[in-house]
Nanobody, 128 residues
Framework: EVQLQASGGGLVQAGGSLRLSCAAS????????IGWFRQAPGKEREGVSC????????YYADPVKGRFTISTDNAKNTVYLQMNSLEPEDTAVYYC?????????????????????WGQGTLVTVSS
């Protein structure tokens, strides 16, 4: 059984940083791309970032490019999302998802279908 446990959310001021973690079990990072979605209050879920199983390819949604960095620690079966220069618009529940897509269209398809395994989410609140 695939399980994804996200953590690291919290309250931060605009301009601050947070690092989200997602501990995975039941599958190997060698098999699937893994990444993050988010859902802001009153909005649909959206893809944020994805890293390929070989770690040689990443996807970032336009709003987070240059501010967020995704990485993995395969020894710990953990994926991270380093979030810098946070903005109030980043306030959302962040979900760890596997597999994920390496394009906006692929991420949108996963969001629309709920395909794959989803963690329980961790809340990030950015105050202005």
């Amino acid at each position: 059984e695939v399980q994804l446990q996200a953590s690291g959310g919290g309250l931060v001021q605009a301009g601050g940083s947070l690092r989200l973690s997602c501990a995975a079990s039941g599958f190997s990072f060698d098999d699937y791309a893994i990444g993050w979605f988010r859902q802001a209050p009153g909005k649909e879920r959206e893809g944020v970032s994805c890293i390929s199983s070989s770690e040689d390819s990443t996807y970032y949604a336009d709003p987070v490019k240059g501010r967020f960095t995704i990485s993995t620690d395969n020894a710990k079966n953990t994926v991270y999302l380093q979030m810098n220069s946070l903005e109030p618009e980043d306030t959302a529940v962040y979900y760890c998802v596997a597999p994920c897509g390496m394009t906006a269209q692929a991420m949108a398809a996963i969001q629309a279908t709920g395909f794959g395994s989803w963690g329980q989410g961790t809340l990030v609140t950015v105050s202005s």
